[in-house]
């Protein structure tokens, strides 16, 4: 027998692509993306800690803005020079890319093909992971005035990205995205199951699971999807072979809380 919460729980698996949920984070964070882009900038750092939501926001002005203007986004780090310049050139010119002996040959068929108005944005992901070396041949590309690049970074406990000096002494403009809020907690789950239209289930959250939701997950998106997929699984399980013990009106925090427990997010 095929439960409801197994068709819940699918709704938080967290993969590359999910829902763009807008929250007032992100919006404020999309506007003042958009709004850099279009300044003379060549160098932007957009940072915040895994699982705040930089990659969705990402593809969200990748998709926005791909049809209007010459925009180029690779959401995995390259780590060989040759491969980046290749496919770099590939996306931007839509033609398979000649055989680069270096930057210095692929700057200059690139600038001979973009004519003297025309300059490429470039969104990059996960930043942190390229070599120094090649992060130094994309900041002698910006440059040249035909590329802006916006390197998205994670920010750590362990590793403050702007204390690196590649990064901290060339970027021009810094936009940090924070962890949610309690609201943006709220909103966000609702917005997901809306979504779906399991509106219905709603009603099982209340302002104590928001607030529990909340205190085990900082506001972190990954870590609510993380909890709330656990959350539905075990809820699946119970349905299934103890069905006395759940209510679909009411949800009991025991739950929440082994969920938590399961995934090591809290102690016994």
């Known amino acids: ?17 999910f829902d763009y949920v807008n929250l007032d984070k992100s919006v404020f964070a999309y506007e003042r993306l958009v709004q850099t882009l279009d300044k003379p ?20 002005i990748y998709n926005d803005f791909k049809g209007k203007k010459d925009i180029v986004f690779f959401p995995r780090p390259f780590f060989d020079e040759k491969e980046f310049l290749k496919e770099l050139y590939q996306k ?3 033609e398979k890319s000649p055989k ?26 996960e930043a942190q992971l390229y070599p120094e070396e090649l992060i130094e041949k994309i900041r002698l590309m910006s440059d040249s005035r ?14 403050n990205v702007l ?3 590649y990064f901290k002494t060339r970027i021009w403009e810094t936009i940090e995205l924070h962890n949610s809020s309690l609201n943006e907690v709220k ?29 085990i997950t900082k506001g972190n998106l ?25 209510n679909a009106k009411t949800l009991k925090l025991k739950f929440l809380e082994m969920a938590a427990i399961n995934l090591g997010m809290i102690n016994v």
């Not at 930057?103 to 992901?125: C, G, H, I, M, W």
């Not at 979504?195 to 928001?210: I, P, Q, T």
């Open 100 to 125: 680069f002996s270096g930057y210095n040959e692929f700057l200059s068929a690139a600038t001979e093909k973009l004519d003297e108005k025309r300059s490429v944005t470039v969104l990059l992901d």
């Open 187 to 215: 909103t966000y789950i609702e917005k997901k199951m809306l979504f779906h239209n399991k509106f219905e289930y709603l009603s099982l959250f209340k302002d104590s699971h928001y607030k529990l939701l909340m205190k």
């Open 146 to 159: 035909k590329f802006k690049f916006l390197f998205t970074v994670h920010k750590t406990e362990k590793e």
């Open 41 to 60: 900038l060549k160098l932007i750092l957009f940072f915040g800690k895994p699982g705040t939501g930089k990659t969705f926001l990402l593809q969200k």
């Open 1 to 17: 027998m095929n439960s409801n919460y197994a068709e819940i729980k699918n709704i938080f698996i967290d993969g590359e692509v």
């Open 222 to 246: 990954r870590t609510i999807n993380k909890l709330m997929y656990k959350l539905f699984e075990i809820l699946e399980y119970y349905d299934k072979n103890k069905p006395s013990m759940v």
């Open 163 to 165: 204390a690196k000096d």
């Open 92 to 94: 931007i010119f839509k």
